[in-house]
């Protein structure tokens, strides 16, 4: 089955940083772009960053620009987003998404929840 | 940055019901729209791309059309598993906006 799976949430204080993980599985990684999204509670979705299949082309939306990196491992099925100088405001359940060639997100993971608190 | 609207922010509706959401950008889009499907607890569904295309495996009530700043998603008979809320989202230019969400409830 084609499959996204999330890891790497928890609870951190503002400030401080995180790594989040997602694992690709049953699909030619290497072939797609990649994204996050992110949902704070009780909000709707917000895209965060993306990622071409090369690494040649990466995006970030101005909230996060400069804190967060997005990363990839072709060779091992991964997609990363490192999230640094946290802030209460990035709280939120991050999923990653496959992006298609028609330029939508047609695979999510489950997500993995950020809670940035003190 | 494009801002998506879309309306009716919350719409109540019975099983068998024809619904439609609508959604608006700040500018033209061409057909770079999607519709989602978001459930509690669960990962969003692509139901829409390109506007009017059809995702694989998703039943054919749903259906989407527009293009440029204006676009539509029906649901032609809603069934029990419809009651979700809903997004679109433009990808034609970075950032990637969603609409704010259309939740449709139970009447």
């Known amino acids: 089955e084609v499959q996204l799976v999330e890891s790497g949430g928890g609870l951190v204080q503002p400030g401080r940083s995180l790594r989040l993980s997602c694992a690709a599985s049953?699909?030619?990684?290497?072939?797609?772009?990649m994204h996050w999204v992110r949902q704070a509670p009780g909000k709707g979705l917000e895209w965060v960053s993306s990622?071409?299949?090369?690494?040649?082309?990466?995006d970030y939306a101005d909230l996060v620009k400069g804190r967060f990196t997005i990363s990839r491992d072709n060779a091992k099925k991964s997609l990363y987003l490192q999230m640094n100088s946290l802030r209460a405001e990035d709280t939120a359940l991050y999923y990653c998404?496959?992006?298609?060639?028609?330029?939508?997100?047609?695979?999510w993971g489950q997500g993995t929840m950020v809670t940035v608190s003190s | 940055d494009i801002q998506m609207t879309q309306s009716p922010s919350s719409l109540s509706a019975s099983v068998g019901d024809r619904v439609t959401i609508t959604c608006r950008a700040s500018?033209?889009?061409?057909?770079?729209l999607n519709w989602y499907q978001h459930k509690p607890g669960r990962a969003p569904k692509l139901l829409i791309y390109?506007?009017?295309s059809l995702q694989s495996g998703v039943p054919s009530r749903f259906s989407g059309i527009g293009s440029g700043t204006d676009f539509t998603l029906t649901i032609s008979s809603l069934q029990p598993e419809d009651f979700a809320t809903y997004y679109c989202?433009?990808?034609?230019?970075?950032?990637?906006?969603f609409g704010q969400g259309t939740k449709l409830e139970i009447k």
């Open positions: 998404a496959r992006g298609t060639f028609h330029d939508a997100f047609d695979i």
């Open positions: 049953e699909f030619t990684f290497h072939d797609y772009a």
């Open positions: 990622i071409s299949w090369s690494s040649d082309d990466i």
């Open positions: 500018q033209s889009l061409s057909s770079y």
């Open positions: 390109a506007a009017s």
């Open positions: 989202q433009q990808t034609y230019s970075s950032p990637y906006t």
